[in-house]
């Protein structure tokens, strides 16, 4: 079952954020946008380039009002050891949240009970700590952070402009669509 439209269940993980070990509940995720990407594991070979990806862009969502937040299956301890000793990892300036426990994996419905560990899924919230938008890759399949911001700003739009929405592949500041009874059959 899909979890758009869905509020963030409470939780509470451990995560690693510049040098220092916080915790992170659901209420992190209110009152701003949240990208939370889940991925298999750290000290692996696509993970890194997903999150470096994400850190370079990071300023941008930033800009856009947007917190990013990544998932694995490892503790808070190993994200700090990956950050500590990857050239990639070192970079990041995001939380990087343990779920050692796999409850976000399996909250957020990403959770490959086998392996134990998390499938590479990205979830778009809003400020009230809706999901808005899901994507789930196979694990050799990286994901591309320029990608989101597309999807956060068609997000962004819909909703500061009831009433309408965003057709497919609609750029920041180009035409959208009023549904209506008279636009039916017209597309």
């Given at each position: 079952?899909?979890?758009?439209?869905?509020?963030?269940q409470p939780f509470r993980a451990q995560a690693y954020?510049?040098?220092?070990?916080?915790?992170?509940t659901e209420q992190d995720?209110?009152?701003?946008?949240?990208?939370?990407?889940?991925?298999?594991?750290?000290?692996?070979?696509?993970c890194p380039t997903e999150l470096e990806d994400l850190q370079d862009h990071y300023?941008?969502?930033?800009?856009l009002g947007v917190e990013v937040y990544s998932v694995s299956t490892d503790t808070h301890f190993t994200h700090k050891a990956w950050h500590d000793t990857s050239p990639a990892i070192s970079k990041i300036e995001y939380v990087m949240?343990?779920?050692?426990?796999?409850?976000?994996?399996?909250?957020?419905?990403?959770l490959d009970e086998e392996q134990g560990l998390a499938q590479r899924g990205t979830f778009i919230i809003d400020p009230d700590g809706v999901i808005q938008?899901?994507?789930?890759?196979?694990?050799?399949?990286g994901r591309n952070a320029s990608t989101l911001i597309d999807k956060i700003k068609a997000a962004q739009y819909v909703r500061n402009h009831p009433g309408e929405v965003c057709p497919a592949k609609w750029k920041e500041g180009a035409e959208t669509l009023k549904p209506n009874l008279d636009l039916v059959g017209k597309i």
């Open positions: 079952m899909s979890l758009v439209g869905k509020k963030v954020h510049n040098g220092e070990f916080i915790e992170v995720f209110m009152g701003k946008w949240s990208i939370v990407c889940f991925y298999p594991a750290d000290f692996t070979f696509v300023a941008t969502f930033k800009e949240i343990g779920d050692p426990s796999h409850q976000l994996s399996r909250m957020f419905d990403v938008a899901v994507e789930i890759n196979a694990d050799g399949i």
